[in-house]
């Protein structure tokens, strides 16, 4: 029996990106341009118009982001993915409710179909939320999952029943928009020397 693996250090996140032949600034970039075109939706778009937005951009970013020498588009049984043959892992991008939260195992906001069931056969397991046996053997399946808040993870689930059933390993992704924000603010920051004035009385 193996515990599903979460990691969310720093030094753990950009050391399992790397062996997944990824890289965080990348996920990161794909998470920004889906955020970004979800920002897009109005009230006169359809209900579902923000979700749309975000998975088509966050689809293209990952593609346009990685497909190259490794990274390979994919749209075996239907679903609109990127592999790397050599590791056999393919990703998939996936709007999800709640993202990068101990206490709440993400699911997709649309169903997934036949076609993602299969794609991740390779990730099933006995139905336990917390351990389960090694998954089988052959191409491991991740998806980026983005929430409506803007968090973002690297996770391999098993999909049953048009949703996520169970979770091998979670990749929480950080979410270092401030720090870059600040970090800014602070290099394009002036040394002032503060001027001390009486005020004048009346």
Same mark, same amino acid.
């Given at each position: #029996?193996?515990?599903?693996?979460?990691?969310?250090?720093?030094?753990?996140?950009?050391?399992?990106?790397?062996?997944?032949?990824?890289?965080?600034?990348?996920?990161?970039?794909?998470?920004?341009?889906?955020?970004?075109?979800?920002?897009?939706?109005?009230?006169?778009?359809?209900?579902?118009?923000?979700?749309?937005?975000?998975?088509?951009?966050?689809?293209?970013?990952?593609?346009?982001?990685?497909?190259?020498?490794?990274?390979?588009?994919?749209?075996?049984?239907?679903?609109?993915?990127? %592999?790397?043959?050599?590791?056999?892992?393919?990703?998939?991008?996936?709007?999800?409710?709640?993202a990068c939260n101990d206490f709440h195992y993400p699911k997709?906001r649309s169903k997934k179909g036949a076609g993602a069931e299969? /794609?991740? #056969?390779?990730?099933?397991?006995?139905?336990?939320?917390?351990?389960?046996?090694?998954?089988?053997?052959?191409? /491991?399946?991740?998806?980026? #999952?983005?929430?409506?808040?803007?968090?973002?993870?690297?996770? %391999?689930?098993?999909?049953?029943?048009?949703?996520?059933?169970?979770?091998?390993?979670?990749?929480?992704?950080?979410?270092?928009?401030?720090e870059e924000e600040a970090k800014h603010v602070i290099e394009?920051?002036?040394?002032?020397?503060?001027?001390? /004035? %009486?005020?004048? %009385?009346?």
């Amino acid at each position: #029996m193996i515990e599903t693996k979460v990691c969310q250090e720093s030094h753990d996140v950009k050391r399992r990106i790397s062996e997944l032949r990824l890289t965080l600034k990348g996920l990161n970039r794909v998470r920004d341009v889906a955020i970004g075109a979800s920002a897009n939706a109005t009230d006169f778009h359809p209900a579902n118009a923000a979700g749309t937005f975000a998975y088509q951009q966050g689809t293209w970013a990952m593609r346009d982001e990685f497909v190259g020498d490794e990274w390979k588009k994919d749209t075996e049984n239907g679903v609109e993915a990127i %592999r790397n043959d050599e590791i056999k892992v393919k990703v998939i991008f996936t709007n999800v409710d709640i993202a990068c939260n101990d206490f709440h195992y993400p699911k997709p906001r649309s169903k997934k179909g036949a076609g993602a069931e299969r /794609a991740c #056969m390779g990730n099933l397991f006995g139905n336990l939320p917390t351990y389960a046996p090694k998954p089988q053997e052959g191409w /491991a399946t991740y998806y980026i #999952m983005l929430d409506p808040e803007g968090r973002a993870e690297l996770t %391999r689930p098993v999909v049953k029943g048009n949703t996520f059933i169970q979770w091998i390993e979670r990749i929480y992704l950080p979410d270092n928009a401030g720090e870059e924000e600040a970090k800014h603010v602070i290099e394009d920051a002036v040394d002032l020397d503060p001027v001390v /004035a %009486r005020k004048a %009385r009346k």
